[in-house]
């Protein structure tokens, strides 16, 4: 058998141990390779005779996916393998990458030449799927694992100058059986490679021990090395301990995701200085609790693939930190490094930052689902040694991280021997940390009972410990006295995800419930350009593999280039670490601390007195540095009275950072709260003498009423305020389905449902157009085509003359006609206006998109934008934009002019200049052209968004269901 399809991890690799860095001497092998790529392994092997020529070389960075440069193409699935399976057997096509590099020693390096001085080691942190290493002609090793560390010993191959470093890297080799992780496939030496001094008396490896006593306020530290000998230094602490020595530590700071307090040491021997960070932190589950440090755990977490939209897992140090920010400024206080260890940098900024973090091992067999796990490498003894050794690279390599506090075996690989056998290694190897696996749903060889997406029902039964049982009693009494958490749940694909309101109150309600992992972090969109040029970003299938799952990649709270997602600034308030509760009328407001760790004395709170969106008062609001848990409630100021007439008020309060912190600067938001303390007006136009304006017949036989016109036969409008009537207001009730409305079943999805009855073509029939001198009042009844049901609609046209021009007000009343097999899209009036129209202010929710089940985020206020910042750009196109509980609306063009709309009470409103038809056919955003006409949709009610992509469709209260509705809008000039 070949070594790329032997299921043993490989050979020639040194022992697993701790990343470290030492004063000890690396050179960093990154940089420009040359490359050649073959079809098969064959024609590879059949070119080693031509290894040192030039012919067939180009140039590749390393690191890097060779297939984000031009040499072949990239492809994504999400469980099924894209070659047959038959394992430990890969395809006879398969791409095999040679990359060669020749390289210099420097003039001082230690050796090799010059007699035993240590030996160089040549690391490698990353190389999908499997490789071979070659050093002047003779062969290293071989090894597997793509997201975990190989380290080859170059013993006497390596000379002063000239050295050949020869990798062949295979796409497909038996380890791609067990690297099923949903996310693209791509192959190559996508992270560093470095050559690493060891000299003489160097460290082999370390182990840090470092752990807190809650109850007396002491740390304990005791450092493993190998070699055995060596001495630890704490400057700050004043200690000095050999190494092997557990020593007392009285009144040390402990580390949380919170306080994320480091002291900074090291581990000396004669051969070198080892840097080392230390997070005192204790680990335990305690009366069916996760605690550290004494103190439960709330997790408000993400689930983080590697990702880059130019550079794939190829991920830059900057963007890691980019992310590690980007979690902290959004209240994300935990991150499962899914489905495969990370980049060990980004576990450093973990620990520097703050995240709790549970580390994942590489290993996903998910595709044998399909032959209900026939042949799953996760039960059978021929990859015992490759998955325990995916285990102990994984754990070895980042057990001195004091952020990573749960080990997992790793994802969707069903269950199996193999997998209990990762357990035991582990927890005789670590027993201070949390051992956990999704799939097993017995929890045997785990310490927390995890779950995927389970429904708002189930989890609350398994918050109240009542659970369906299992069969064997003893199993299901250790499993309901463990902790629960959602390791994924809230499906962040495109419009969404709903529900995490009502999923973060269970959360704070049971504590067996320690919160949960949304999936994911980000959308996996590479940067591309169609035949025209514009720029998208790809998903699967768009690189013409005849195997793919579309744009599922495409999944995340990010879009591709990290700008956040609504779904991210949704997840960020329903997360949020203080509660705000607003009671205007009582002028009052009740903070809760939601924190696991700190007190409330590092957030400044301040309240600031709305009317009709515009600030009338503000100042800061003293309150009490409330522990965790804790709630105070404390009295808002007194700011004056404002009349009547002047409009709708609101109160708001704010809690931002007091201080500049090492992620955020002073003045960033943590939490707000918002309550209405006086409704609109009475009057809509204060001090205005209202004269009705009779419907007259006009030039061409039309109608005029107030400032509209309207044809006489179907008394649909023509002209409003002297603009192009393109498409009249009529009722509509579809919308672009969503990723969530389509969810991952064609035949039973709501869209499935909709488009089964037709809602996407729905006729309009005028019953009849009555003038009755103040009103037009057109009849008329909207229906699919075959279907039994329908809605009567009657459209109330009325003119005002104001002190302020003329306004056009319509009123339309629905309801109900037969029985309405499904719930609706949307539900209001569909207009179209021809006119230079590209800037929007309103006053409403905002500033960002929000629908029934995903609002938390919107606040009351008054927002502008054009009508291109309207738009949501979700990678695959979809019903977006939508800002609800709009009391008005203004358009305006290049020159001013325009058209204001007023809610009677409130709307939700959609801009966009194309058709609901043309976002529905749109693949990429790019596919969507501008037309003259801006496209308005005034909603009375909206479907919810749910997350049935994957997981629960949207709960109750938040489908729409036909019923008796009306809507009433105004149509003025803007003020």
């Known amino acids: 058998m070949t070594y790329y399809e032997d299921p043993s991890p490989g050979t020639g690799a040194l022992a697993p141990r701790a990343a470290f860095r030492s004063d000890a001497r690396t050179l960093s092998l990154n940089g420009d390779w040359d490359f050649r790529l073959f079809p098969t392994v064959a024609h590879a092997e059949a070119a080693d005779a031509d290894e040192g020529t030039a012919d067939g070389w180009e140039k590749l960075p390393v690191p890097s996916h060779w297939a984000l440069h031009g040499h072949d193409a990239p492809q ?166 050999a190494t092997g020595e557990t020593v007392t530590v009285p009144g040390v700071q402990p580390w949380s995701a919170e306080v994320p307090r480091l002291y900074e040491a090291q581990l000396a021997t004669d051969g070198e200085r080892v840097p080392l960070r230390l997070g005192f932190r204790t680990v335990a589950v305690e009366d069916g609790v996760i605690t550290v440090n004494g103190r439960p755990l709330l997790l408000r977490g993400v689930n983080r693939h590697e990702f880059h939209p130019d550079h794939g897992r190829a991920v830059p140090y900057a963007t890691m930190r980019e992310d590690v920010l980007l979690m902290k400024r959004h209240n994300i206080n935990a991150v499962r490094t899914s489905h495969y260890p990370p980049d060990p940098a980004f576990l450093d900024l973990c620990d520097e930052f703050g995240l709790w973090v549970i580390d994942e091992a590489d290993l996903e067999t998910h595709g044998f689902t399909y032959d209900d796990w026939r042949g799953n490498p996760a039960d059978d003894p021929a990859w015992e040694e490759a998955l325990i050794d995916r ?76 659970e369906q049982p299992l069969d064997d009693p003893r199993l299901d009494a250790r499993r309901r006295a463990l902790p629960f958490i959602q390791c994924e749940y809230a499906h962040a694909m495109g419009n969404g995800p709903g529900g995490l309101t009502e999923y973060q109150r269970l959360f704070e309600t049971y504590e067996r419930l320690q919160g949960g992992f949304v999936w994911e972090w980000i959308d996996h969109g590479l940067r591309a350009r169609d035949a025209a040029g514009r720029p998208y970003f790809a998903y699967g299938g768009d690189f013409g593999e005849p195997l793919h799952d579309g744009n599922f990649c495409a999944d995340g709270l990010l879009f591709p280039d990290r700008t956040p997602s609504p779904g991210l600034l949704e997840y960020k308030k329903v997360v949020e670490p203080v509660g705000i509760c607003v009671d205007a009328a009582a002028r009052t407001v009740r903070v809760t601390n939601k924190y696991d760790v700190v007190d409330l004395a590092g957030l400044a709170f301040g309240w600031s007195r709305e009317v009709e969106g515009r600030r009338v008062a503000e100042g800061a609001l003293e309150v009490p540095p409330l522990a965790p848990g804790e709630s105070a409630e404390v009295a808002l100021a007194e700011a004056g009275s404002v009349a009547e007439d002047d409009g709708e008020e609101w109160w708001t309060v704010r809690a931002v950072l007091a201080d500049d912190t090492a992620w955020a600067p002073a003045g960033h938001e943590v939490a707000w709260g918002q309550a209405r303390a006086r409704g609109p007006a009475a009057t809509r136009t204060p001090g205005a003498r209202i004269t009705p304006v009779r419907a007259s017949s006009a030039d061409g036989g039309a109608l005029t009423l107030g400032p509209g016109t309207f044809d006489p036969l179907d008394g649909s409008l023509r002209t409003l305020h002297g603009l192009h009537v393109a498409v009249p207001p009529r009722l509509n009730v579809y919308r672009a389905t969503t990723d969530n409305d389509r969810g991952p079943d064609e035949e039973t999805s709501v869209a499935a449902q909709w488009h089964r009855h037709a809602l996407d073509r729905m006729r309009h029939r005028c019953d009849g157009v009555t003038v009755d001198g103040e009103s037009l009042v057109v009849t008329a009844r909207v229906a699919p085509p075959g279907g039994f049901f329908g809605l009567c609609v009657v459209y109330r046209w009325t003119g005002e003359r104001t002190s302020d021009g003329t306004r056009l007000d319509l009123s339309v009343d629905i309801t109900p006609d037969g029985e309405w097999p499904c719930p609706l899209p949307r539900l209001g009036v569909a207009l179209g206006i021809r006119a230079p129209l590209d800037w929007i202010e309103w006053y ?132």
């Open 844 to 975: 409403g929710g905002g500033p960002g998109e929000s629908y029934p089940d995903t609002r938390r985020a919107a606040r009351i206020g008054r927002w502008a934008t054009t009508v291109d910042g309207f738009q949501t750009p979700y990678v695959f196109p979809q019903e977006n934009g939508s800002r609800g509980d709009v009391r008005w609306a203004e358009l305006r063009g290049p020159d001013g002019g325009g058209l204001r709309i007023e809610g009677r009470p409130a709307f939700a409103l959609t801009a966009r200049r194309w058709t609901t038809g043309q976002l529905e056919a749109a693949r990429h955003p790019a596919d969507l052209v501008p037309d003259e006409v801006l496209h308005l949709d005034l909603d009375a009610a909206h479907h919810g968004i749910g997350t049935a992509s994957c997981g629960p469709g949207v709960l109750a209260p938040y489908e729409l269901r036909a019923t008796r509705t009306r809507l009433g809008v105004g149509f003025t000039l803007p003020r």
């Open 391 to 466: 285990a102990a690279r994984m754990v070895e390599r980042d057990k001195n991280h004091p952020s990573v506090i749960m080990w997992s075996l790793g994802n969707e690989s069903g269950t199996g021997r193999n997998l209990a056998a990762m357990s035991r290694w582990i927890r005789d190897r670590d027993p201070d940390r949390l051992i956990h696996y999704e799939g097993d749903r017995s929890c045997e060889h785990t310490d927390v009972y995890s779950r995927m997406y389970a429904s708002h029902e189930e989890v609350e039964a398994i918050g109240r410990r009542a």
């Open 76 to 241: 994504y699935t999400n469980i099924r393998y894209p070659f047959p399976v038959d394992p430990p057997r890969v395809p006879t096509e398969n791409p095999t990458g040679d990359h060669r590099l020749v390289f210099d020693l420097p003039d001082d390096w230690p050796g090799p030449d010059e007699g035993a001085d240590g030996r160089t080691l040549l690391r490698f942190d990353g190389v999908e799927s499997c490789y071979r290493v070659r050093l002047n002609g003779r062969e290293l090793g071989t090894a597997k694992g793509s997201r975990l560390p190989h380290e080859f010993d170059t013993g006497p191959h390596l000379l002063r100058r000239g050295n050949v470093l020869s990798v062949r890297v295979h796409q497909w080799s038996s380890g791609s059986y067990v690297e099923d992780q949903d996310m693209w496939w791509l192959a190559g030496i996508f992270r560093g490679v470095t050559l690493l001094h060891r000299p003489e008396g160097a460290v082999r490896d370390v182990f840090v021990h470092a752990g807190y006593d809650h109850r007396t306020g002491h740390g304990t530290l005791r450092v493993d090395a190998v070699p055995a000998a060596g001495r630890v230094t704490v400057p700050e602490l004043g200690l000095t301990l």
